[in-house]
Structures are given as C-alpha cells and as structure tokens.
C-alpha cells in the first residue's frame, strides 16, 4: 500500500489543519492506520492510531484533546485534524498503516510522504 500525506502549510498559533493521508495500491479497510510527526532533529513522534472499523482510536496525552483521527475506507482515506496549534507542533506529518505495538513503542509496516506543517508565532 503507498501512502501520500497532504493538508499542511504554515499556519499561526491557535489554527487549525485537516491532514489527509491518501492510500494507493490496495484497501487499507483492514489496517489499523495512524499518524506520527518528525521535528527537525527530533525523533519520531507516535500522534494518533484508528482501528480498521473506526470504532477505536488512541492519542497519547501530548494531543489528547487536540488532535482527532478519522477515516473513509470507502474513499480509502485516513485524516488528521489539528486544532489549536502550536509552535511545537512544527513538524512533518507522515501517516502510516498496520500499526502495531504499545504506545511509546508504537510502529507501522507502511510509511507514506510526509506533510510540512509550520506553527508560526
């Protein structure tokens, strides 16, 4: 499965951005799929992960509340909301599908191309 990010930019502090992960290649409706991020010399950062139905999804504490998984197996797509943003949210965002593994430790079996989002002050 290809995976394609799309959705970031610059934006200030206090906006908002849909992502959207387009999949390719194959139905990801049996995937659990989710979002990480990668700051400029930083490692990777695990944000959100959805169940292949949709029906459960997990965020660790850092953007609980701010950040909101979906998708559309029918459109094949994965989306990522971003609300009230922050400068430490600058970072590229990558989607990923079959998730596996606990949190911190989550990982993926397919990785996409990224999407810079920039918070600016």
């Known amino acids: 499965v290809q995976l394609q990010a799309s959705g970031g930019g610059l934006v200030q502090v206090g906006d908002s951005l849909r992502l959207s992960c387009a999949a390719s290649g194959r139905s990801i409706s049996t995937y659990a799929m989710g979002w990480f991020r990668q700051a400029a010399g930083k490692g990777r950062e695990f944000l959100a992960y959805?169940?292949?139905?949709?029906?459960?999804?997990y965020y660790p504490d850092s953007v609980k509340g701010r950040f909101t998984i979906s998708r559309d197996n029918a459109k094949n797509m994965v989306y990522l909301q971003l609300n009230s943003l922050k400068p430490g949210d600058t970072a590229i965002y990558y989607c990923?599908?079959?998730?596996?593994?606990?949190?911190?430790?989550?990982?993926?079996?397919?990785w996409g191309r990224g999407t810079q989002v920039t918070v600016s002050s």
């Open positions: 990923a599908a079959g998730l596996h593994g606990d949190y911190p430790a989550v990982d993926a079996n397919h």
């Open positions: 959805i169940s292949w139905s949709g029906d459960s999804t």
